[in-house]
């Protein structure tokens, strides 16, 4: 059975770190591009960062650019996402996400490209 499993959210204060991670069950990870989501109260999911399957490209939205940093570990079914100089705007239900079938998505910050969730970890930044 395929699942995302996300751990490391928490509360932090602004300019603190948080990682990430993302461990999946139920099929190889190196044949998955994955993305990390956020949804903050309110307002619709956002695609925050993608590592892509068979070159390692990576992307991110512009609003977390320089600031976090998406890496994986095939041989740890792992995907993990640093958060540094986190702000009050990061806060939010972090997903870990994989589309339906293997490769890249055309648009990999897209929600909609993809098919499996995680059920989610909270981040809270705030003084």
């Known amino acids: 059975q395929v699942q995302l499993v996300e751990s490391g959210g928490g509360l932090m204060q602004p300019g603190g770190s948080l990682r990430l991670s993302c461990v999946t069950f139920?099929?190889?990870?190196?044949?998955?591009?994955i993305g990390w989501f956020r949804q903050a109260p309110g307002k619709e999911r956002e695609g925050v960062s993608a590592?892509?399957?068979?070159?390692?490209?990576?992307y991110y939205a512009d609003s977390v650019q320089g600031r976090f940093t998406i890496s994986r570990d095939n041989d740890r079914n792992a995907v993990y996402l640093q958060m540094n100089n986190l702000q009050s705007e990061d806060t939010g239900v972090y997903y870990c996400?994989?589309?339906?079938?293997?490769?890249?998505?055309?648009?990999?910050?897209?929600?909609?490209?993809?098919?499996?969730w995680g059920q989610g970890t909270q981040v809270t930044v705030s003084s």
């Open positions: 590592i892509s399957n068979s070159d390692g490209n990576t």
């Open positions: 996400a994989s589309p339906a079938v293997g490769g890249r998505p055309a648009r990999p910050l897209s929600r909609y490209n993809y098919k499996k």
């Open positions: 139920g099929f190889n990870l190196d044949l998955y591009t």
